[in-house]
């Protein structure tokens, strides 16, 4: 049986989460890969911030470490006032709602028993009182009472995405972690999709941290943006500071041809500068 944890209650300036000094090394037969070297990153309550950076440059590696599924070679990672590694003792870990990329369901399972998967695995609650909070969370998503039975091969890349966020906020976390959440979805869903994560960060008090290469989603969502290069955190900040910051990668990935229309969502919503 597995310990319900104790509700995370920050006292005021403490970050959610805190990275200091972080090295993450990967080996292969004769060589050895540095991907994060002194790497150091601030996570206030409330914020969504977004990470960006080139290719290789370990975004979704940093995500893995923060959820406590990887361990760096050297540094510290507090999450919620705890270390990262110690994240699955006692239930921790139900603090953290994980977006994957793909959605990762269990293709096995439907809809309704995909989202109710965390609560299940407690093994601490009466299954009508799991179910009723899966309900919840489908209709939180935009989803209908009739998809909850519903396997994953009959829905729509939009519909994967809103059943995975479910699942991730089905423990009612603190904190989202969120990988590509639009990646694979058309514009009209992509749309949807962040129109649905604005208006969640803000009912659920929920801060997000956010890996995202789409420009609209970055500055339709974004409080602060960190830009990894060079194997650290280069700068941070609200996005009109951040594109201000003089680097190759920043100037090729938000001042290029495809960063004009996002430009235009910068000036459209002024709460991200």
Known sequence: MVDTPAPYQPTEGTPIVDIRKLWTVFTTPGKRFVVHQDLD??????EVLSIVGGSGTGK???LRQIL?????????????????????QRGAASRIGMLFQHGALFSAFSVLENIAFPLRELRTLPAALVREAAMVKLQMVGLKPEDADKM????????????ALARALVMDPPLLLLDEPTSGLDPESSDGFVTLLRSLHRDLALTVIM???????LFELSTRIAVLADKKVIVIGPPKDVIAFQ???IHDFFLGERGQRAM????EYPFAV
Do not use: N, W, Y
């Not at 990153?41 to 409330?46: A, F, I, K, N, S």
């Open 211 to 217: 890996v995202t290469h789409d420009l609209d989603t």
């Open 68 to 88: 406590g599924l990887e361990r760096p070679a050297k540094g510290e990672i507090h999450v919620l006032g705890q270390p990262a590694a110690e994240l699955g």
């Open 60 to 62: 979704t590696v940093l």
């Open 152 to 163: 994953p091969s009959d829905l729509s890349g939009g519909m994967i995405k809103r059943v």
């Open 264 to 267: 235009e969502l910068l000036r």
């Open 41 to 46: 990153l601030t996570v206030m309550q409330g």
């Open 247 to 249: 680097h190759p990668f």
